[in-house]
């Protein structure tokens, strides 16, 4: 009985702290364009999209300094060398 009690109590608890949060969490998705849950899904997931992009991007650009700096001018041969 007292452990219904106290789990009740939690229940309560919890019901006000999302009653309380419900709000906030309408505000947060209204300022990031989002409608509800879904949309806001979407846009999670467009920007791990973009995200991974620019990841890439960078690995590439990465990938082609390092493939300069292995490509060295050849020096030219002075007139006296031959």
Known sequence: MIKHQKLSEQVATLTEDLKELKPEKSMLLNNMGCADDAAFSKFKKDENAEDRAILQMKR???HKFVQ??????KKKRDIWER
């Open 60 to 62: 590439e650009r990465q």
């Open 68 to 73: 300069k700096q292995r490509i060295k001018p």
